[in-house]
């Protein structure tokens, strides 16, 4: 199994950054890590996914101002969030899965999520 370990959410200001990191630990059974987030009543929704390869999905809500980036060799990713609004309020939620294809996908993992509050 693997076990994932997030920090940095908290509060900030409208139009602030924040950076969330999430370390997997344990076994290493996953090429995609990512951010999912959950505001209270809605769906837990994609916010940004990324491949042992760098490569890179993000939500169209935050495409110009969130960053993910991972770092194998630690097993790591970071999500670096700038230009924050009212609406990224939520919890964020990491994730990390073996995908075969995009619609295959095996050892599906969650963090424990980490609230991330913006404040005008």
């Known amino acids: 199994q693997v076990q994932l370990v997030e920090s940095g959410g908290g509060l900030v200001e409208a139009g602030g950054s924040l950076s969330l990191l999430c370390t997997a630990s344990?076994?290493?059974?996953?090429?995609?890590m990512g951010w999912y987030r959950q505001a209270p009543g809605k769906q837990r929704e994609l916010v940004a996914t990324i491949t042992n390869l760098h490569v890179t999905n993000y939500a169209d809500s935050v495409k110009g101002r969130f960053t993910i980036s991972r770092d194998n060799a630690k097993n790591s990713v970071d999500l670096q969030m700038n230009h924050l609004k009212a609406a990224d309020s939520a919890i964020y939620y990491c994730?990390?899965?073996?995908?075969?294809?995009?619609?295959?996908?095996?050892?599906?993992?969650w963090g424990q999520g980490t609230q991330v509050t913006v404040s005008s």
């Open positions: 994730n990390t899965r073996y995908e075969y294809t995009s619609r295959i996908f095996t050892n599906n993992t």
């Open positions: 344990g076994n290493i059974n996953f090429n995609v």
